[in-house]
């Protein structure tokens, strides 16, 4: 079955300083992976996702995430950071089961911009 | 175009009593989801729907029922609240369409209390 790790509860970063945001999955099967951001009260907003192609993906707000299959790992990365970026941060997997696909998410990772 | 809306936005009920929440989208899309988010867990899928008149379980399904009888919304209901059941509920959808199947539209979420 799969299921995403997001090795980190909360990350602390000073503004403009570079943040990596890591996520580890588990499949025995091809994977979708995605990252979305959670705005305080807010509903999930997808930021980017890896289907095929390019292992480097770049989504919105400058975050680029590389697909990294010998590790399974889909790391989120941002070189600078504002403060606007404080959010939740869900990496998610792509499962296939019951005859339907879902997404599964990781626990969330909460980054904290610090002036 | 509105996307994924939720209704209420918030709630309190007390142990026993009995509310359905409504998600409603514009988009067309054939799938639609209803999940809870925790602190610490993600979001954990409670049900979902393929579509118009069809629904199924998902990771958490106890205690909630749901029911898409139309394409639009997907209603789900606590028949009996516990204070378990205390959450944040997210609704999503996405569409059936190869461009589009891996990617989900979030509402913006209905905070419910259970006393």
């Known amino acids: 079955a799969q299921s995403v790790t997001q090795l980190d509860s909360q990350v602390p970063v000073f503004e403009e300083a570079p943040v990596e945001l890591r996520c580890n999955y588990s499949?025995?099967?091809?994977?979708?992976l995605f990252w979305y951001v959670q705005y305080p009260n807010q509903g999930l907003q997808l930021l980017l996702k890896?289907?095929?192609?390019?292992?480097l993906v770049k989504g919105i707000n400058g975050f680029e995430a590389e697909f990294n299959k010998s590790q399974t790992s889909f790391h989120l990365r941002k070189p600078s950071v504002h403060i606007s970026d404080t959010a939740e941060y869900f990496c998610?997997?792509?499962?296939?089961?019951?005859?339907?696909?879902?997404?599964?998410f990781g626990a969330g990772t909460r980054l904290a911009v610090h002036p | 175009n509105a996307g994924v809306t939720q209704t209420p936005k918030f709630r309190v009920l007390k142990t026993g009593q009995s509310m359905t929440l409504l998600c409603a989208q514009d988009?067309?899309?054939?799938?639609m989801y209803w999940y809870r988010q925790d602190p610490g867990m993600g979001l954990r899928l409670i049900h979902y729907?393929?579509?118009?008149?069809?629904?199924a379980k998902g990771e958490v399904p106890d205690g909630y029922n749901v029911s898409r009888l139309k394409k639009q919304n997907f209603l789900l209901g606590l028949e009996s609240a516990a204070p378990s059941q205390t959450s944040v509920y997210f609704c999503?959808?996405?569409?059936?369409?190869?461009?589009?199947?891996?990617?989900?539209?979030f509402g913006p979420g209905t905070r419910l209390t259970v006393t």
């Open positions: 999503a959808s996405r569409s059936d369409r190869t461009g589009g199947i891996y990617e989900q539209y």
């Open positions: 729907s393929v579509g118009e008149g069809t629904t």
């Open positions: 499949s025995s099967v091809s994977v979708y």
């Open positions: 988009m067309n899309h054939e799938y």
């Open positions: 998610a997997v792509n499962a296939f089961s019951g005859g339907y696909n879902k997404l599964i």
């Open positions: 890896y289907l095929s192609g390019s292992t």
